[in-house]
């Protein structure tokens, strides 16, 4: 019997061994664990026990394992992960010539208000900000964090101290929104703005007019507004920095109406044609802007419009409506 407990308090301590082996080499100083975020690109910082791994894998979701490599010398590895919208397991494996010697796990939400079911964060998750002054400590040693005068103004993207860990920002995108890409990050973001840094204005309306005051008004003048339009929620529908799609949207088109409008994605509301095909919303020519592709917004203004319905042309007639782009 007395044996019996020495063997399990044996077993227990060897177990407590191995895994409090596996804890150690390895630790998650950002993002915390638990937190939820609204952009896609996180960076992660890790502090290691040099000793212990020479290499880091890191899985995030069901995407392809990826291997961090890690500086000589340097008990410290900083990357950035890409996330899937919603919630996001990460996995960080510390390795020892190829062997896993410990393993880290973290939760992140990714949130966004395009989507009606990755609106809400789990109760418990905390939202993360970290241009904190007592975060940025931790980065001081080996990252310029205090921003420079040339900042405001840069002559090369590369000479404002963001660069080094926001290039993304800056060069990633097929299509860019010029003051991001010169470096201006300043033209929007208050450099001191009460204890967290670099806020913008809300709503992002106010981040936009200085530039833009034109077309805002424009769309104020109006007799109708498109709802995310007339609360000023700009960067629901545009990113900010840059995107892969005209005029910096971030998504196709149609994609970014039905995520609102669900009902309508088959255009079978302005034509319902044999086994209710509807009117085409996506893969052909816009008839009157030849280099873009036809979506909602060929009819639609996605901003603001006169006519019922925001319609870019008067529908009253709808025979002369659809002759417009259905020439005989
Ligand atoms: C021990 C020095 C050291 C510390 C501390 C450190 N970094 Fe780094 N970091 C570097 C070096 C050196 C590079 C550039 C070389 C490289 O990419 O490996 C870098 C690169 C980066 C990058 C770019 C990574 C990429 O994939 O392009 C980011 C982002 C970053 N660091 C964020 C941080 C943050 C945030 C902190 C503080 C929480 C931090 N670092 C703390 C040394 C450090
Ligand atoms: C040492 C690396 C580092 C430098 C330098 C840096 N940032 Fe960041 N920044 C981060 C990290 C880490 C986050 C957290 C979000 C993430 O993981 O991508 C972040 C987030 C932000 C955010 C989102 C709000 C927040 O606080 O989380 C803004 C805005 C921002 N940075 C602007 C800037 C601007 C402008 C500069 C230059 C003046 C700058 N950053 C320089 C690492 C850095
Ligand atoms: C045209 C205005 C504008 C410019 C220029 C701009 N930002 Fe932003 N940025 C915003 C707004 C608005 C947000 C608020 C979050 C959102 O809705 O995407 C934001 C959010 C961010 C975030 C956090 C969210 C995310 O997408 O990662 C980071 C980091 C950031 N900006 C960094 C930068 C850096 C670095 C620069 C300079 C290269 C820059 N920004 C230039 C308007 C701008
Ligand atoms: C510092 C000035 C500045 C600010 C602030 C600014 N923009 Fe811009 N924006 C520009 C410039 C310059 C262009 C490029 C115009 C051109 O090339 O004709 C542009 C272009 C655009 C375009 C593409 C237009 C097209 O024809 O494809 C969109 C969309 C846009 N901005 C949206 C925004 C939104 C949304 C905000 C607020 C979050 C904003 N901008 C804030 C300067 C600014
Ligand atoms: C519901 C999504 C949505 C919202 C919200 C939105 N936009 Fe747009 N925006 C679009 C789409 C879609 C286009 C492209 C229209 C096209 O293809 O004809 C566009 C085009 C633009 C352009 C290019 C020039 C033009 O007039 O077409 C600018 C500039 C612009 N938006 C700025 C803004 C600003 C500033 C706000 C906030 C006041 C805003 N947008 C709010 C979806 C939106
Ligand atoms: C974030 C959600 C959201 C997105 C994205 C969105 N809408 Fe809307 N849309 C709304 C809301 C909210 C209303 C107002 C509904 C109401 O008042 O009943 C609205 C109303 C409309 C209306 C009816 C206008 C009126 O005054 O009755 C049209 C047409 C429309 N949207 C087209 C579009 C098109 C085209 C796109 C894509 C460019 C789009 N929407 C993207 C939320 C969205
Ligand atoms: C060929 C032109 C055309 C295209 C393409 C089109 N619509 Fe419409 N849409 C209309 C017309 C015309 C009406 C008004 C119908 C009416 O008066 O009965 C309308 C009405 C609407 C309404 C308001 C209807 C209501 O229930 O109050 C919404 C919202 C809307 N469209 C969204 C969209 C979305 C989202 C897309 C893309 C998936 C789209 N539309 C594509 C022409 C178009
Ligand atoms: C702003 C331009 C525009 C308006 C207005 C418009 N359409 Fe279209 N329509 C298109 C485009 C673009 C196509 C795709 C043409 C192609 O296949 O190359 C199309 C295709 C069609 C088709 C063929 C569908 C198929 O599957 O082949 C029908 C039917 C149609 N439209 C009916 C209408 C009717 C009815 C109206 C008026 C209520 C109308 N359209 C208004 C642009 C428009």
């Known amino acids: 019997m007395k044996q019996h407990i020495?063997?399990?308090?044996?077993?227990?301590?060897?177990?407590?061994?191995?895994?409090?082996?596996?804890?150690?080499?390895?630790?998650?100083?950002?993002?915390?664990?638990n937190s939820y975020v609204e952009n896609e690109e996180i960076i992660i910082v890790l502090s290691l026990d040099k000793q212990a791994i020479d290499g880091i894998r890191v899985v995030?979701?069901?995407?392809?394992?990826?291997?961090?490599?890690?500086?000589?010398?340097?008990?410290?590895?900083?990357?950035?992960?890409?996330?899937?919208?919603?919630?996001?397991?990460?996995?960080?494996?510390?390795?020892?010539?190829?062997?896993?010697?410990?393993?880290?796990?973290?939760?992140?939400?990714?949130?966004s208000d395009l989507f009606p079911k990755f609106r809400e964060p789990p109760a418990d998750f905390k939202r993360y900000f970290f241009h904190f002054i007592?975060?940025?400590?931790?980065?001081?040693?080996?990252?310029?964090?205090?921003?420079?005068?040339?900042?405001?103004?840069?002559?090369?993207?590369?000479?404002?101290?963001?660069?080094?860990?926001?290039?993304?920002?800056?060069?990633?995108?097929?299509?860019?929104?010029?003051?991001?890409?010169?470096?201006?990050?300043?033209?929007?973001?208050?450099?001191?703005?009460?204890?967290?840094?670099?806020?913008?204005?809300?709503?992002?309306?106010?981040?936009?007019?200085?530039?833009?005051?034109?077309q805002v008004k424009e769309w104020k003048s109006k007799k109708r507004m498109h709802?995310?339009?007339?609360?000023?929620?700009?960067?629901?529908?545009?990113?900010?920095?840059?995107?892969?799609?005209?005029?910096?949207?971030?998504?196709?088109?149609?994609?970014?109406?039905?995520n609102c409008h669900e009902d309508k994605a088959s255009g079978t509301h302005v034509i319902a044609g044999f086994f209710g095909k509807g009117h085409p919303v996506r893969g052909v020519k816009h008839p009157l802007k030849p280099d873009r592709e036809f979506t909602c917004a060929g009819c639609h203004n996605p901003h603001a419009g006169n006519t019922q319905n925001l319609l870019n042309h008067d529908n009253s007639n709808m025979a002369v409506y659809c002759t417009l782009c259905h020439k005989k």
């Open 60 to 111: 995030v979701g069901e995407n392809k394992p990826t291997e961090i490599s890690l500086r000589p010398n340097s008990a410290n590895a900083c990357f950035g992960v890409t996330l899937s919208k919603g919630m996001n397991t990460i996995e960080l494996l510390a390795l020892k010539q190829g062997n896993v010697v410990a393993h880290k796990e973290m939760k992140i939400f990714l949130r």
């Open 6 to 33: 020495l063997h399990t308090a044996l077993l227990i301590l060897l177990f407590c061994t191995i895994n409090c082996q596996a804890s150690t080499g390895i630790s998650v100083q950002f993002p915390p664990n």
């Open 227 to 258: 709802g995310p339009t007339a609360v000023g929620q700009c960067t629901l529908c545009h990113n900010p920095h840059g995107s892969e799609w005209p005029a910096l949207l971030r998504m196709q088109t149609t994609d970014l109406c039905i």
């Open 134 to 214: 007592n975060n940025e400590k931790s980065c001081a040693g080996c990252h310029e964090m205090e921003p420079t005068l040339s900042n405001l103004r840069p002559e090369k993207p590369e000479d404002s101290t963001c660069y080094a860990c926001h290039a993304k920002k800056y060069t990633n995108n097929a299509i860019v929104h010029k003051p991001a890409a010169q470096g201006t990050c300043f033209s929007c973001h208050e450099v001191l703005a009460g204890e967290r840094k670099y806020t913008t204005p809300k709503p992002d309306e106010k981040v936009c007019y200085p530039c833009h005051n034109a």
